[in-house]
């Protein structure tokens, strides 16, 4: 049944995408014959990275490689993953090791490689959002860019005022899930330490800590990435 009733989701998907003319029927199909093949494999190696320190450290420096390597592809080209490597564990990293050494979460692998997984998408989709929308403006804006050149601007200068007011639109998902949580949505981390036989109090608690803590790693990823777009480090294959 659950096969079916995935097939049958797939299938609204790619249906509404047809008829609204969004050219991301194919990338539905991709994504979620990706995220059941990505899931079976996960769910056959995860008890094993989870007996030893040594190997969730690899497997999160692998969430990690690939989290940049999915916004590089994002931004345009595999060659900026040496680039979108910095706003995603610039944001991930700090985040995640305060959460740990303050003992907010248990010191045990089965806590810290979800917690780091959480992060690091946060960070990924701000990155990625970020960055587009960067880029999208300089393209778009490119006159004004110019303009402030010729005012005496610098060009980092320039390229900030151009994208960075639509640039932090990026937090825009991170913010409505914040302010809605409880109201609207109860996320992931509420519901599991509820299956898991945590308290209401539990459950809340480490919901609040997700939250707060993505809008922290979010942040970071978002002005990093605005940083490396007005250096003219992450950049379009076309303006290369």
């Not at 989290?67 to 592809?73: F, L, P, Q, Y």
């Not at 979460?105 to 989709?125: K, R």
Request: aromatic share 4%; with cysteine.
């Amino acid at each position: 049944m659950l096969i079916v009733v995935l097939a049958v989701l797939v299938l609204i998907a790619v249906g509404a995408a047809l008829a609204g003319r969004l050219g991301v029927s194919r990338a539905v199909v991709t994504a979620s014959v990706r995220a059941v093949v990505q899931l079976a494999v996960v769910s056959l190696l995860i008890a094993a990275v989870l007996r030893s320190w040594w190997a969730t450290a690899g497997f999160i420096a692998l969430m990690l490689l690939v989290a940049s390597a999915t916004s590089a592809r994002r931004l345009g080209s595999w060659r900026l993953v040496r680039y979108t490597v910095l706003p995603i564990a610039g944001g991930a990293v700090p985040a995640g090791a305060l959460i740990v050494a303050a003992g907010t979460v248990p010191l045990t692998e089965v806590a810290v490689l979800p917690i780091a997984g959480i992060l690091i998408g946060g960070a990924m989709t701000a990155t990625s959002l970020a960055g587009r929308r960067a880029l999208d403006e300089l393209r778009n804006r490119y006159g004004e860019y110019e303009a402030a050149l010729a005012l005496g601007f610098l060009p980092r200068d320039a390229a900030l005022e151009v994208c960075r007011p639509t640039a932090g639109q990026a937090l825009v998902p991170a913010l409505d899930q914040t302010r809605t949580v409880g109201l609207v949505t109860l996320p992931g981390a509420f519901v599991g330490v509820l299956l898991g036989g945590g308290s209401a109090v539990q459950a809340g608690a480490t919901q609040l800590l997700v939250l707060v803590a993505l809008l922290a790693v979010e942040a970071i990823a978002v002005a990093v990435t605005i940083e490396l777009v007005a250096a003219g480090l992450l950049r379009r294959p076309e303006a290369a």
